[in-house]
């Protein structure tokens, strides 16, 4: 129930902030537009469209977290919330477009120069435009952090950006009206660069995020805390964890524990973990893998040492785990994590393999190479 209503209020904090977005810019767009075609002001008028940009926007946002509040279901077990992504994304590519379309008329009024005509009653409506423009940008933007919402954060930026474009066409103005230079084409030109530039940034952080990123180091770290906290567990590792959408996390992880546990002692420890994981990380843990550590005797303990020994030898590994000896099949296995910083892994596993079947070549050894996907 909490965490229902938790959700609900994150959609009605974006749908309230993209409104209020809706609203200014609208409002701006009018403006803008009749002074632009009051003063023969291109730049002027791209501001006023970028303005309708921004609105069409904060529509986007509105219908992405509508569509990505919607429950689970047969065909999405897992929810929608990464539409989330994709309106960002979408967002991500309009601001492209105003920073393209800028650039062509920009180009146009340079080939083709015309002089415009900028009263008082115009530089006023853009100097409010950009104080507006700057305290929109940084309200939504703040927000967008808050609620952890990119499409937010996106149209924050955006309208951040707006503010530099209406505070270049103010100078310019200020320019041309003291001293009868229009540089409003050229600067329009240059203005279009950056936005183009915003564009592309923030396109590349929203595919980044669709196709899967490093989760964040200290959630990790903190979740592997939790969990290696319940008294018994010597370790958790290979947490993997899969976004769904924002604030929404599934994931898996392995334990140590001892070999002397029982399946329920097993089954009440894993529902502790899931719980206290949920809990305290707002985290969903949907499996909980076992490692089972020798306790019945010293011998499997001194050739832990030495095996760890020599597998931490080797450059680029991280780390060891999962160990477990078997002297009566005479099998030994393990798991190693090689950094993804290393030119070849497969090299580093194969050499740690040679290394460990020469120390023990009566023996079997079962080591599977783990992936360096969280901290």
């Given at each position: 129930?909490?965490?229902?209503?938790?959700?609900?209020?994150?959609?009605?904090?974006?749908?309230?902030?993209?409104?209020?977005?809706?609203?200014?810019?609208?409002?701006?767009?009018?403006?803008?537009?009749?002074?632009?075609?009051?003063?023969?002001?291109?730049?002027?008028?791209?501001?006023?469209?970028?303005?309708?940009?921004?609105?069409?926007?904060?529509?986007?946002?509105?219908?992405?977290?509508?569509?990505?509040?919607?429950?689970?279901?047969?065909?999405?077990?897992?929810?929608?919330?990464?539409?989330?992504?994709?309106?960002?994304?979408?967002?991500?590519?309009?601001?492209?477009?105003?920073?393209?379309?800028?650039?062509?008329?920009?180009?146009?009024?340079?080939?083709?120069?015309?002089?415009?005509?900028?009263?008082?009653?115009?530089?006023?409506?853009?100097?409010?435009?950009?104080?507006?423009?700057?305290?929109?940008?940084?309200?939504?933007?703040?927000?967008?952090?808050?609620?952890?919402?990119?499409?937010?954060?996106?149209?924050?930026?955006?309208?951040?950006?707006?503010?530099?474009?209406?505070?270049?066409?103010?100078?310019?103005?200020?320019?041309?009206?003291?001293?009868?230079?229009?540089?409003?084409?050229?600067?329009?030109?240059?203005?279009?660069?950056?936005?183009?530039?915003?564009?592309?940034?923030?396109?590349?952080?929203?595919?980044?995020?669709?196709?899967?990123?490093?989760?964040?180091?200290?959630?990790?770290?903190?979740i592997k805390k939790t969990v290696s906290s319940i008294p018994g567990i010597q370790g958790a590792y290979d947490?993997?964890?899969?976004?769904?959408?924002?604030?929404?996390?599934?994931?898996?992880?392995?334990?140590?524990?001892?070999?002397?546990?029982?399946?329920?002692?097993?089954?009440?420890?894993?529902?502790?973990?899931?719980?206290?994981?949920?809990?305290?990380?707002?985290?969903?843990?949907?499996?909980?893998?076992?490692?089972?550590?020798?306790?019945?005797?010293?011998?499997?303990?001194?050739?832990?040492?030495?095996?760890?020994?020599?597998?931490?030898?080797?450059?680029?590994?991280?780390?060891?785990?999962?160990?477990?000896?078997?002297?009566?099949?005479?099998?030994?296995?393990?798991?190693?994590?090689?950094?993804?910083?290393?030119?070849?892994?497969?090299?580093?596993?194969?050499?740690?393999?040679?290394?460990?079947?020469?120390?023990?070549?009566?023996?079997?050894?079962?080591?599977?190479?783990?992936?360096?996907?969280?901290?």
């Amino acid at each position: 129930m909490a965490k229902n209503k938790s959700k609900n209020s994150r959609q009605d904090v974006i749908v309230k902030t993209s409104v209020i977005g809706i609203l200014a810019n609208c409002f701006l767009a009018a403006f803008k537009a009749i002074t632009a075609l009051a003063s023969n002001s291109i730049s002027v008028l791209l501001d006023a469209v970028n303005n309708l940009s921004d609105a069409l926007s904060s529509v986007i946002t509105i219908v992405g977290t509508k569509l990505a509040g919607k429950p689970a279901d047969k065909k999405h077990p897992f929810g929608y919330g990464r539409i989330e992504y994709l309106s960002a994304m979408i967002i991500s590519v309009i601001i492209l477009y105003a920073g393209i379309t800028s650039i062509v008329e920009s180009i146009k009024k340079i080939i083709t120069p015309s002089n415009p005509n900028y009263s008082n009653i115009s530089l006023i409506i853009i100097t409010i435009a950009i104080l507006v423009k700057i305290l929109l940008g940084l309200y939504v933007k703040h927000t967008g952090k808050k609620v952890n919402s990119d499409s937010l954060s996106a149209s924050g930026q955006d309208a951040l950006m707006d503010s530099i474009i209406s505070a270049g066409t103010l100078v310019t103005a200020l320019i041309f009206k003291f001293t009868g230079l229009s540089l409003e084409s050229y600067l329009g030109l240059i203005i279009s660069c950056f936005i183009i530039k915003s564009g592309i940034e923030m396109l590349r952080k929203t595919l980044s995020e669709i196709l899967g990123e490093r989760v964040e180091s200290s959630l990790a770290k903190e979740i592997k805390k939790t969990v290696s906290s319940i008294p018994g567990i010597q370790g958790a590792y290979d947490l993997v964890l899969n976004n769904y959408g924002p604030d929404k996390f599934l994931a898996s992880i392995h334990i140590e524990v001892p070999d002397v546990w029982t399946a329920d002692k097993i089954d009440e420890v894993t529902r502790t973990i899931q719980t206290l994981v949920y809990k305290e990380h707002n985290v969903y843990i949907t499996a909980v893998g076992i490692y089972s550590v020798n306790t019945k005797n010293d011998e499997a303990r001194l050739v832990k040492e030495k095996i760890q020994r020599i597998v931490m030898s080797h450059e680029h590994v991280l780390q060891m785990h999962g160990f477990y000896f078997d002297k009566n099949a005479k099998l030994i296995s393990l798991d190693v994590v090689i950094d993804f910083a290393s030119k070849d892994r497969k090299a580093v596993y194969c050499s740690i393999y040679d290394n460990l079947q020469k120390e023990f070549p009566d023996y079997s050894i079962n080591m599977q190479m783990d992936d360096d996907i969280s901290d």
